[in-house]
């Protein structure tokens, strides 16, 4: 069966700090990759997807992710935290077989001022 | 903007209970999906429909069912409530992108 790992389940940091969420998924075959944001008390919401192209992806707020087809991973990177960064980070597969969002259990970040 | 709203943001019922949660999406997406969300679990998936009147089981199914008779409306029923139901449940919808956008989540709690 389809599976998405994230490896860490909480995450503190202070500001400034780098960060990195690690994500692998079982599929392999063709996918999409996605990572969703979800602030304390708001909607979850889309913080970067992959479909092709460039593996080095950019999305909003200064993150990025990297696909690695070899190593199955899709990585959330951001070189310098803040403290409105302080959120729960979930980490979805797409395969082009099922058409279902697979996600994973979620990294809870929290940055301390 | 995409916009999902949900019925409720906070629901309490009993055990046994029909309960209903209502979603509605004003982009006419195709897609439309009902999650649960659990501390160290994610979402996972409990139904999903990619047209009026069509319906396709997710992974956790059971004790669920649903409804869609308009494209905007997606409805999850709850038969009979139980506490291992109690959670909080997020509605989404998509278009041909995959791209989903997300309701603000009602959660339930079942007594």
């Known amino acids: 069966a389809q599976s998405v790992s994230q490896h860490n389940h909480h995450v503190i940091l202070s500001e400034a700090a780098s960060l990195e969420l690690g994500c692998n998924y079982s599929y392999g075959g063709t996918v999409n990759l996605f990572w969703y944001v979800q602030y304390p008390g708001q909607h979850l919401q889309l913080l970067l997807k992959?479909?092709?192209?460039?593996?080095l992806v950019k999305g909003i707020k200064g993150f990025e992710a990297e696909f690695i087809k070899s190593k199955f991973s899709f990585n959330l990177r951001k070189p310098s935290v803040q403290w409105s960064d302080t959120a729960e980070y979930f980490c979805?597969?797409?395969?082009?077989?099922?058409?279902?969002?697979?996600f994973g259990q979620g990294t809870t970040l929290q940055v301390k001022p | 903007d995409v916009k999902v709203t949900q019925s409720s943001r906070y629901l309490v019922k009993r055990t046994g209970e029909k309960v209903f949660l209502e979603c509605v999406q004003d982009?006419?997406?195709?897609?439309m999906f009902w999650y649960r969300q659990d501390p160290g679990l994610g979402l996972r998936l409990i139904y999903f429909?990619?047209?009026?009147?069509?319906?396709e089981k997710g992974d956790i199914p059971e004790g669920y069912s649903v409804s869609r008779e308009k494209k905007e409306r997606f409805s999850l029923i709850l038969e009979s409530a139980s506490t291992n139901q109690t959670s909080m449940y997020l509605c989404?919808?998509?278009?041909?992108?995959?791209?989903?956008?997300f309701g603000p989540g009602t959660r339930l709690t079942v007594t």
């Open positions: 992959y479909f092709s192209g460039d593996p």
């Open positions: 982009m006419d997406h195709e897609n």
């Open positions: 979805a597969v797409r395969s082009s077989n099922t058409g279902k969002l697979i």
């Open positions: 989404a919808s998509g278009d041909r992108g995959y791209e989903q956008y």
């Open positions: 429909s990619y047209d009026v009147k069509m319906k």
